[in-house]
């Protein structure tokens, strides 16, 4: 019953910016961290940047400074925005999050592509 949706990837120019989000639905009681990962062709998934219930962030080192998380609980959403893009940005976007339901389960969206290519 619960579904994580992102939206908001697709094609951009190197120092472009893009907003993605994350919306989940469902019978959810509470929602607890949510976290951005992104995964290139042939390499591993890797924590982009995650927020926790009260607001605090993270981020890899290869995109702080440039992306920023955020929330807006009243609509279960989460949002990274994404701007100074560069080729090395170039992934599939994953949305996780920690959401409480029946129990605490961790869920995944099924991602958004975000190309960044002249």
């Known amino acids: 019953q619960v579904q994580l949706v992102e939206s908001g990837g697709g094609l951009v120019q190197p120092g472009g910016s893009l907003r993605l989000s994350c919306a989940a639905s469902?019978?959810?009681?509470?929602?607890?961290?949510m976290r951005w990962y992104r995964q290139a062709p042939g390499e591993q998934r890797e924590l982009v940047a995650l927020i926790s219930s009260s607001g605090s962030t993270n981020y890899a080192d290869s995109v702080k400074g440039r992306f920023t998380v955020s929330r807006e609980n009243s609509v279960n959403t989460v949002y990274l925005q994404m701007n100074s893009l560069k080729p090395e940005d170039t992934a599939v976007y994953y949305c996780n999050a920690a959401i409480l339901r029946n129990g605490w389960r961790n869920y995944w969206g099924p991602g958004t592509q975000v190309t960044v290519s002249s």
């Open positions: 469902g019978s959810i009681v509470s929602i607890n961290i």
